[in-house]
């Protein structure tokens, strides 16, 4: 898994840039940012600008980034209704996390209107986690141009996975509901 990072968060986590090669639905453009006085690490997917939201990144955290990214993206892609096999299978083909610069210049504008979008949404981040399922999920519904087409990331995202997971993705739990209506006057009929 390649995170392409801002120079700010590159220089944050004192990470060694290093060079890699991989498959866009492995790629995710990184930048660092303050909500709310506190550091935020915004990640969109490269394949598909899928959004994930890392709030409340301290020192400690610092030391093991690599892995509380993994359970980002892992914890968003499960809280999406995605089977726990696909999203592991994912998070194992996409091998250990790499740091390095940004790409393009095009990716980078589009990382700083998803931070620019994460601020405005600052008020509704879930307290006392860093990894922000719900916002990440949101934030993902939000339709985007990429390639002069309008698309869903979290339309795509399912897409990709699916793709490459090969079989049925969603694993959504269900429930039963019996209601009965007390109308005094009126006759329900079953047709």
Known sequence: MVIQCSKKLLDE?????????EEPIF???ANLITVDQRKTIVLINDSNRYVVVIFGVKAKHKKDIR???KTAIRKTLIAEGIKK??????????HEVIFSKTKSK????KLSQTCETVRYFAEDFEAG???????????????VMQSNELIFPNERMYE???RFYGKTIFQLKAVIVNITLNLKKYKVAQA
């Not at 986590?13 to 090669?21: C, R, Y």
């Not at 399922?133 to 939000?142: G, I, K, N, P, V």
């Open 67 to 69: 892995n509380v990214i």
């Open 27 to 29: 790629c995710w453009q």
């Open 13 to 21: 986590v004192k990470a060694v840039h290093e060079e890699a090669d």
């Open 160 to 162: 990709d996975i699916g």
């Open 85 to 94: 096999e696909a999203v592991d299978r994912y998070i194992q083909c996409a």
């Open 106 to 109: 095009s990716m980078i504008s």
């Open 129 to 143: 986690g860093l990894s922000q399922s719900q916002m990440s999920r949101r934030l993902s519904t939000y339709p």
